[in-house]
């Protein structure tokens, strides 16, 4: 998503779509001929929007849990899926309807895509209808949420505080220029007022059946003789996973039709994608698997006390996507398609307002381009 942010009137039919509603806002912004679909410019606005938000309605989540509000949509009728917390009720190319009722409050996103080839622009209406005080105090961070999930370039924001720029980090857990790029990209987490939503993708041995038959003897040799300086230049602890989270034969370089390393791994990062925290649980595992001090990374608690240690319960994410597979191969297909869309198939590939930066090394050239775009630091 690209443009401004900006409030525009509420132009949908509230008696029809949550009768009563009490809050409606609307918020729009331009994307000139990008092509997107109502249900991906919904998948871009609640997967891939700044962390501080996220945040937020996690800390707002905990909060109001014992008094049994609803924290996600979880359960309730979903004809057309979830997308993230949120049950889709209705959908089609131009307009998707996300929402759910609570005893508390209900609520309706309306996502809106209209204009022309060369100039579409995406419409987010929110609407909340509240049954109590409880309701109504929930309601504030979830209300104001469309507004915020775009970046905001224009140079009214630039210096004031209120902008967080966004970029997409595509990476595989088996790249070791994925795992190598980690500390640069936490670095300039804590440094700038930045977003980085990190998409997982498969990697390219998945991806592009026989490339490694395809490819130059001496690509794997100049990767491992490359990355292993790199490590050392910079002193990252740095080991190649064992086992190697794709089951390969190393001589006929055929991979093996079942992947369940790298599949689990791809789909834990794809559930922590939908819970707006793939940087830290990335970051968390990734050092189990390349800095070289666990030999074994799949077997014993390894994987389980790394997730533990950055808040998250690795069983019960297991379980979850053992419930429903397909949930997190969506999610991690439209991260491919987007990848691919950026220009760049590679990893770690960086995408900041549709322009791919590959490799870790390019990590200082897309600062300077958000520098130019109002990128300021904490």
């Not at 030999?295 to 994987?303: I, P, S």
Request: charged share 25%; hydrophobic share 40%.
């Amino acid at each position: 998503m690209i443009g401004t942010v900006r409030e525009v009137p509420p132009n949908v039919d509230a008696g029809t779509l949550l009768a009563g509603a009490q809050f409606v806002d609307a918020f729009r912004v331009e994307i000139g001929a990008t092509a997107v679909n109502a249900r991906e410019a919904c998948v871009r606005m609640v997967l891939h929007g700044p962390r501080w938000v996220d945040a937020l309605i996690r800390l707002r989540n905990i909060l109001v849990r014992p008094f049994g509000l609803k924290t996600s949509g979880e359960g309730a009728p979903a004809p057309y899926g979830l997308i993230g917390l949120f049950p889709v009720v209705s959908e089609t190319p131009e307009r998707l309807v996300a929402g759910f009722n609570d005893s508390h409050l209900d609520f309706r996103l309306v996502v809106d895509v209209a204009g022309t080839e060369a100039d579409r622009q995406v419409t987010s209406t929110t609407l909340v209808r509240t049954h109590n005080l409880l309701g109504r105090t929930y309601l504030r961070p979830h209300h104001a949420l469309p507004q915020v999930r775009g970046p905001r370039h224009d140079e009214a924001h630039r210096g004031t505080g209120e902008m967080t720029l966004s970029v997409d980090l595509f990476y595989s857990y088996r790249s070791p220029f994925s795992y190598l790029a980690l500390p640069k990209t936490l670095k300039l987490v804590a440094e700038y007022d930045l977003a980085v939503n990190l998409r997982p993708v498969y990697p390219l041995a998945v991806r592009v059946p026989g490339f490694f038959k395809k490819a130059s003897p001496n690509f794997i040799r100049y990767v491992v003789l490359d990355s292993t300086r790199v490590a050392q230049h910079e002193g990252i602890p740095f080991r190649f996973p064992r086992p190697d989270p794709i089951v390969q034969d190393k001589t006929t370089f055929d991979v093996a039709a079942e992947q369940p390393y790298i599949h689990r791994l791809t789909r834990l990062g794809a559930m922590a994608q939908l819970e707006g925290r793939s940087l830290a649980f990335t970051d968390a595992i990734a050092r189990v698997l390349w800095d070289g001090s666990v030999a074994g990374w799949n077997e014993g608690d390894h994987l389980a006390r790394a997730a533990e240690k950055a808040g998250f319960d690795l069983a019960a994410m297991d379980a979850a996507i053992s419930a429903d597979p397909d949930r997190y191969e969506q999610v991690i297909a439209e991260n491919e398609k987007d990848h691919a869309a950026s220009g760049h198939w590679g990893v770690p590939t960086f995408v900041f307002e549709n322009e791919p930066f590959f490799g870790q090394d390019r990590i200082d050239l897309l600062v300077w381009r958000m520098q130019d775009k109002g990128l300021t630091k904490r």
